[in-house]
């Protein structure tokens, strides 16, 4: 069975920083590209990063310069570090896995960051 475990949500200032894990469980971890997706209430869910199994890296225009996705395929586990947050970085954060080579995709139940002003 697959699973994505996410942790590391939390209640920041603006300003602060946050580190989001998530754990993989039940795939090929290295042939998996991982995305941090967020939703805010009322919102659609977007990307806000994600990351190859070879490292290459993609953030959404909002977060790039402040946040940085690195995984690492020993501990199955990708991270997102989240600095200078923001109240509109406030959100339900999902981890996201898609197989590199199909269709298959996952998702965590989320964890909340929320940022106050």
């Known amino acids: 069975q697959v699973q994505l475990v996410e942790s590391g949500g939390g209640l920041v200032q603006s300003g602060g920083s946050l580190r989001l894990s998530c754990a993989a469980s039940g795939i090929t971890f290295s042939l998996h590209r991982m995305g941090w997706y967020r939703q805010a209430p009322g919102k659609q869910r977007e990307l806000v990063a994600d990351i190859g199994g070879g490292g290459s890296t993609n953030y959404a225009d909002s977060v790039r310069g402040r946040f940085t996705i690195s995984r690492d395929n020993a501990k199955s586990t990708v991270y997102l570090q989240m600095n200078n947050l923001q109240p509109e970085d406030t959100g339900v954060y999902y981890c996201?896995?898609?197989?590199?080579?199909?269709?298959?995709?996952?998702w965590g139940k989320g964890t909340q960051v929320t940022v106050s002003a």
């Open positions: 996201n896995s898609r197989f590199q080579l199909g269709r298959a995709e996952y």
